[in-house]
């Protein structure tokens, strides 16, 4: 059997390798046969269903060498950064951990109490946050993604299943092979040095920008690790998860003054003001809030549902399904298409965004 995964080709000697341990965890938990194409990938072909991508989650082999890695910081030290983690978590679990299934908060977190939250021994989570220096960050997301640059990126979570260029599969399926889930963080983030040399900050003013920095991103890939909307496709799942973050973060879920600015200081600016003007529409037309959220971080399906009414009623089926397919070329092309969409209606979000001709 062959296959192509980006420019890497399944050969001969990898089709040998019938009894790897990754491939035989898959057997049992799938009884596919396989075969492996790196450290999280492999490839299933059959005449019954065609190509399939297994992303096979299992525990981090990093941690020893992220270990290493973290004792290269810069400004803040190690029990400044453990601090920020267990902050983040608790005000991340008491804000949305109601809608999160027991059963996932179970096996992140052995034995928590929501209820006593503050009292939980973090040291028996299955969870780990690494702080990274920019440049060993950058090194290890160019190694892992074979991408040359980061410009972007300030954070992932381990193992990873994100890949570049797809091969022609049918479909794509994950197999959850792990007990831990990994956090890797970069110090600074991509504009961060450029910006102290421009206003000249002071050691004080420059550990308060890496703690709100660092804070905001734990949350943001925190929520990833909870799979919340992972059903969605990745960029309109980014906005969500951005959206979350900010709400987290800064005590507000709802507020029309805050669509300026939610995601321009991230990774994906388009897509979390895109998902934030949904949001306000919910919200403004009375669907209440647990509703949403209910749809959005426990992925209930009644809840879904009728989020999908309300936009079908709003927009039309058509106009529902290239939003929550994300049928767009690019993100800025989405944006638009929600503000143009939404500055017809006669609404308060409607008549903010007339104000807008192009975003």
């Not at 978590?89 to 503050?118: C, H, M, N, V, W």
Request: aromatic share 10%; proline share 3%.
């Amino acid at each position: 059997m062959s296959g192509i995964f980006g420019n890497e080709t399944i050969n001969d000697e990898s089709s040998k390798n019938e009894n790897s341990e990754l491939e035989k965890e898959v057997i049992e938990n799938t009884g596919l046969e396989s075969k492996q194409i790196n450290d999280f990938l492999l490839y299933h072909e059959s005449e019954e269903q065609g190509g399939i991508i297994i992303k096979a989650v299992s525990d981090s082999m990093f941690e020893e060498d992220l270990s290493q890695m973290e004792k290269h910081k810069g400004l803040l030290d190690e029990q400044t950064y453990e601090k920020i983690t267990k902050e983040s978590f608790i005000e991340s679990l008491k804000t949305i951990g109601q809608y999160i299934p027991s059963d996932k908060l179970a096996r992140l977190f052995p034995g928590i109490e929501l209820s006593r939250i503050d009292s939980y021994d973090f040291s028996d989570a299955k969870i780990k946050v690494f702080v990274l220096s920019k440049e060993d960050f950058n090194d290890l997301y160019k190694n892992l993604y074979q991408k040359e640059e980061n410009d972007k990126g300030s954070g992932f979570t381990m193992p990873s299943n994100r890949f570049q260029d797809r091969p022609p599969v049918k479909s794509e399926m994950q197999v959850d092979l792990s007990e831990k889930r990994v956090i890797v963080i970069s110090e600074l983030p991509p504009s961060a040095s450029e910006m102290f040399k421009k206003f000249n900050y002071n050691d004080e003013e420059k550990k308060k920008i890496i703690s709100t920095h660092v804070e905001n991103v734990i949350v943001h890939e925190f929520i990833h690790v909870l799979g919340i909307s992972s059903d969605l496709p990745r960029y309109l799942n980014e906005g969500i998860t951005e959206c979350y973050s900010q709400w987290i973060t800064s005590d507000k879920f709802n507020d029309p003054s805050f669509i300026e600015t939610r995601g321009l200081f991230v990774g994906y600016p388009n897509e979390t003001q895109f998902f934030s003007i949904l949001m306000d529409a919910m919200v403004e037309s009375g669907i209440d809030e647990v509703t949403i959220h209910k749809a959005f971080l426990s992925s209930d399906a009644q809840s879904r549902k009728q989020i999908n009414d309300f936009l079908s009623q709003r927009y039309g089926q058509e106009k529902t399904e290239k939003i929550m397919d994300w049928d767009f070329k690019s993100s800025r092309e989405a944006l638009q298409y929600i503000v143009d969409l939404e500055a017809k209606q006669d609404s308060e979000i409607g008549r903010f965004l007339k104000t807008y001709k192009k975003y």
